[in-house]
């Protein structure tokens, strides 16, 4: 039998849940972390929200996500987006772990501009166990953008409050950016490593036949193979390489054609299907998008 999620609607809710009392804001809440105290009875529970969580803490605060486990032993930023399920692994007593987790409701951010661009800030489906880890001065900056935050939840709502708050939500975000860029840098010869691996993937996949039984490979194939999520695959390969995880596949699949095109006379339509393509046409459109030529033209020149 499953372990039934305990969902969270509001912001009202999540603080009834948590025995906080009434937020003074009803679509955006600071939490204290160390107030937030766990008994054996929560491990093994199950909790998800409609609201985007950005949480700080300083030391081990064990938990699964999706499908992943870490045991976090230093200073970190984690993110969750509405509808991401975690579960907790462990007892939390009061004071144990220092930290904000800050909660916002997406109705916040509707109909303002970073609203739109939430998908910018992908870290957001990063698995638990690429957090972002913080230096003592990031994490007083952040913290800095959390009393602003903190401030502006605390004064009564006016016509400039939505504004002002979204504003210093975009700074910290922004903030964020910034310091996964520098985790990237200083993670480079690692990365480099799964830069290689990818391209080994692609070389076996190919090799093995899977491009005819299975089809293309996809992000979550690569993403899996290399123990990272999709988005941190992606994002890694473009600070790397300057191209996403999709761009690799794709230039793969035409370094591929280009080959089979100039090796072989198999009919174009061929050609497609055995790169995977259900149908030529696509394989033609993305040929010329990064050729410059139809798969044809190519072969002829």
Same mark, same amino acid.
């Given at each position: #039998? %499953?372990?039934p999620i305990i969902h969270h609607k509001s912001i009202s809710q999540l603080h009834e849940k948590l025995g906080l009392g009434k937020p003074t804001h009803p679509l955006i809440t600071i939490i204290d972390v %160390?107030? #937030?105290a766990y008994g054996e009875e929560h491990v093994g529970m199950k909790f998800s929200s409609d609201l985007y969580c950005i949480a700080q803490k300083d030391k081990s605060c064990a938990m699964d996500y999706g499908r992943n486990s870490y045991d976090f032993d230093e200073g970190v930023l984690m993110f969750t987006g509405p509808q991401q399920v975690f579960t907790l692994r462990k007892a939390? /007593? =009061?004071n144990e772990v220092q930290g904000w987790m800050l909660y916002f409701h997406p109705d916040l951010i509707r109909n303002m501009p970073l609203g739109a661009r939430m998908g910018d800030y992908s870290f957001f489906s990063y698995d638990v166990y690429e957090a972002l880890h913080l230096s003592d001065q990031e994490q007083a900056t952040l913290g800095h953008c959390i009393n602003l935050i903190q401030t502006e939840i605390s004064q009564r709502i006016d016509n400039h409050s939505q504004q002002v708050?979204? %504003?210093n939500i975009e700074l910290l975000l922004n903030y964020c950016l910034r310091y996964y860029e520098r985790q990237f840098n200083t993670r480079a010869a690692q990365n480099k490593d799964v830069v290689s691996k990818v391209e080994a993937l692609l070389r076996d996949y190919y090799k093995s036949g899977k491009l005819l039984e299975a089809g293309q490979p996809t992000i979550a194939y690569l @993403?899996? /193979?290399?123990f990272l999520s999709p988005n941190y695959l992606s994002d =890694? =390969?473009?600070k790397e390489t300057g191209k996403t @995880?999709?761009?690799h596949i794709n230039d793969f699949l035409v370094e591929k054609a280009k080959d089979m095109l100039m090796g072989s006379n198999e009919p174009i339509s061929g050609i497609a299907? @055995?790169?995977g393509f259900n149908y030529p046409h696509y394989f033609s459109r993305l040929f010329k998008s990064k050729t410059g030529l139809t798969p044809q033209a190519y072969r002829e020149n």
């Open positions: #039998m %499953s372990t %160390s107030k #937030m939390q /007593a =009061l708050l979204v %504003s @993403a899996e /193979a290399c =890694l =390969l473009k @995880a999709k761009d299907y @055995a790169l």
